[in-house]
């Protein structure tokens, strides 16, 4: 797919704050748990939510009324695109059971924090500037989910839950930070922690 770059004179259309200040609580939801009581607990409770997410999306999705009433519920925190295709919650969940199941317990727990931190954070400040586009996406916010990613592992490391590697961490944030910039055809709720996690397992974190 050929890069898009255009200039533009004003933002483009604000994200729902609401939607976004969802996806920041209940994505950190996650690695926060994780932090008390340790991977081997996420997996059992990550692949709970993944099966009972995965049977109410199937139903919904086969039966028009249910996924209707379900659709009329959570609007307010659904994109247009979730309502007839898997929504951004079940994503979440099966990306964070992977992590856990794939990646040290230090390294899921950051790279989970960069989706959940980093991602509305690129689209409430790159909707709100105006510039160069490219993918239909601000560069500005690009930027600001990798210092938002980096700044989320520095305080992890602060609190004692992730060993220092700082070359390791910034890569993995502007790995991050990429995969959230580029059109790829899978949920980005997927994309950007295990590549994150897998950049940072690579650079030795």
Excluded: C
């Amino acid at each position: 797919m050929a890069t898009t770059i255009r200039p533009t004179t004003s933002a483009t259309a604000a994200p729902p704050i609401r939607r976004r200040l969802f996806h920041v609580g209940a994505g950190s939801s996650i690695p926060l748990m994780a932090i008390f009581v340790g991977a081997d607990v996420m997996v059992v409770v990550l692949a709970s939510l993944t099966g009972l997410a995965v049977l109410v999306e199937a139903a919904r999705l086969r039966a028009p009324g249910l996924n209707g009433m379900l659709v009329r519920w959570l609007r307010p925190l659904l994109k247009e695109t979730e309502v007839r295709r898997l929504t951004g919650a079940t994503y979440i969940a099966f990306s964070a059971l992977v992590a856990f199941l794939v990646f040290d317990e230090s390294v899921a727990i950051v790279a989970l924090f960069f989706l959940s931190i980093g991602d509305p954070v690129a689209a409430i400040v790159g909707s709100r500037v105006g510039g160069v586009r490219i993918w239909g996406k601000s560069p500005v916010g690009s930027v600001a989910f990798f210092v938002v990613a980096l700044a989320s592992a520095g305080a992890l490391h602060g609190a004692g839950q992730v060993p220092w590697h700082g070359g390791g961490l910034a890569v993995g944030a502007a790995v991050a930070a990429l995969v959230e910039l580029t059109p790829l055809f899978i949920d980005d709720n997927l994309t950007i922690p295990l590549a994150a996690g897998a950049a940072m397992m690579a650079m030795g974190v």
